[in-house]
């Protein structure tokens, strides 16, 4: 009988991870959700979703009744969580700080709601420009992802490093502000490592629209799978020279 309970438990099915994305722009522009989405290999069972709206800080969702429900009943396995650009970066003798402050403080209040919901909390990064402010930006980003207890997901070094080395790639949409499809795909690969424990081994191609507006009016929206046409964001050489970035 033990012998029997032993050889059905190793041939179960494996359990689904379901992901929640939340954030803003920098997280629905070009589909972010999606393009970690297809890093999952065939017969994975996954499911995506996301709460995104323009220009939203994640202090800005703390009292969202939508995005209460979702963490407390969305039996997500997994958040992520992303701030608006900028808001975690505290330059001396700045008012910035008090908007890394809030930042820290509903993003604690955010992840303690989605651990109660049963899932893993993940912080993922976001990247600034101009250099002598990336160190500024990963100390905040750092202090926001202990104040969360949440597992960090760097960005900025990588995506610097990433552009000086390939300065024609399209790191950065039209408007200079919003992640180019380059930029996508480095959230997307990195998240997914994090996420996962594992290296992807194929390229983030989203299904259906590469979003440069809110999805939808409330801000939420689910990933399908089976969306058509299939945009792919990188090529495969770029997503193993994003895998070797530091």
Not at 75 to 97: I, K, L, W, Y
Not at 172 to 192: I, M
Request: net charge positive; proline share 8%.
């Amino acid at each position: 009988m033990t012998m029997l309970l032993l050889a059905s438990s190793l041939h179960a099915a494996p359990a689904e991870r379901r992901v929640l994305f939340v954030g803003n722009s920098l997280t629905y522009f070009n589909n972010l959700p999606a393009a970690f989405a297809s890093l999952a290999p065939p017969g994975e069972k996954l499911a995506v979703d996301a709460f995104a709206r323009p220009g939203a800080r994640l202090l800005d969702d703390l009292d969202d009744p939508m995005l209460a429900r979702l963490l407390a009943h969305g039996r997500h396995t997994d958040v992520v969580f992303q701030e608006r650009g900028g808001d975690a970066v505290c330059m001396p003798r700045s008012n910035a700080c008090r908007e890394l402050s809030a930042a820290a403080q509903a993003s604690a209040q955010l992840a303690a709601a989605a651990r109660a919901g049963g899932a893993r909390v993940f912080y993922l990064g976001t990247w600034q420009v101009n250099p002598t402010v990336e160190p500024a930006l990963i100390h905040g980003e750092r202090m926001i992802a202990r104040r969360m207890q949440a597992t960090y997901i760097p960005i900025g070094h990588a995506w610097l490093a990433l552009r000086a080395a390939q300065p024609d790639t399209n790191w950065l949409a039209p408007d200079g502000q919003h992640p180019g499809r380059a930029t996508t795909a480095l959230l997307a690969v990195r998240s997914w490592q994090a996420v996962t424990g594992r290296s992807p081994t194929r390229a983030p191609c989203v299904g259906g629209a590469l979003y440069t507006h809110m999805p939808s009016a409330d801000g939420f929206f689910r990933v399908n799978p089976d969306a058509r046409p299939r945009t792919c964001l990188v090529s495969s050489a770029m997503v193993r020279a994003m895998l070797g970035a530091p």
